[in-house]
């Protein structure tokens, strides 16, 4: 199993280098090239969610992407130390005040983008932080071009 760990400063000029890193592992992982576009996509969504996380919290830490390409599948995992409500009330996100300008609101549209674009997401999240993992299939080494 090999693993590539990519850290970067919580700033937006950032998630192209990752997405573009992303892209290029998936296409060595052995993803079909069908999908790649998806797999940049969804790595720029959770990273500019992480980057969005970190600047509203006045987070300075770095953003972490893994990418981890496994015998049948190639997983990334972006993580975030912006500390996440784990109870809201229903019908408001996050602080309890105007949905319209709440940052949870705009976290829980970038998930949904996420989850249109991969199959297989998790996304656990505590008062230490977040974590997006993303799976996508491999296409066995015979096979690839």
Same mark, same amino acid.
């Given at each position: 199993?090999?693993?590539?760990?990519?850290?970067?400063?919580?700033?937006?000029?950032? *998630?192209?280098?990752?997405?573009?890193?992303?892209?290029?592992?998936?296409?060595?992982?052995?993803?079909? &090239?069908? @999908?790649?576009? &998806? @797999?940049?996509?969804? *790595?720029?969504?959770?990273?500019?969610?992480? *980057?969005?996380?970190?600047?509203?919290?006045?987070?300075?830490?770095? @953003?972490?992407?893994?990418?981890?390409? &496994?015998?049948?599948?190639?997983?990334?995992?972006?993580?975030?130390?912006?500390?996440?409500?784990?109870?809201?009330?229903?019908?408001?996100?996050? $602080?309890?005040?105007?949905?319209?300008?709440?940052?949870?609101?705009?976290?829980?549209?970038?998930?949904? @983008?996420?989850?249109?674009?991969?199959?297989? *997401?998790?996304? $656990?999240?505590?008062?230490?932080?977040?974590?997006?993992?993303?799976?996508?299939?491999?296409?066995?080494? $015979?096979?690839?071009?």
């Amino acid at each position: 199993m090999a693993t590539v760990e990519l850290r970067f400063s919580p700033l937006p000029e950032h *998630v192209r280098t990752a997405r573009l890193v992303a892209a290029a592992m998936a296409r060595r992982a052995g993803v079909d &090239e069908a @999908v790649l576009d &998806e @797999v940049r996509l969804a *790595v720029g969504e959770a990273c500019s969610r992480a *980057v969005g996380l970190h600047q509203a919290g006045g987070i300075t830490a770095p @953003v972490l992407v893994a990418l981890i390409e &496994e015998e049948k599948q190639f997983s990334i995992e972006v993580g975030d130390e912006a500390p996440h409500a784990t109870i809201a009330a229903p019908g408001v996100a996050g $602080t309890g005040e105007d949905p319209e300008s709440d940052p949870e609101g705009e976290d829980e549209m970038g998930l949904a @983008v996420i989850s249109g674009l991969v199959d297989d *997401v998790e996304v $656990t999240a505590d008062a230490d932080g977040g974590l997006i993992r993303m799976s996508w299939p491999t296409l066995p080494a $015979t096979l690839l071009p």
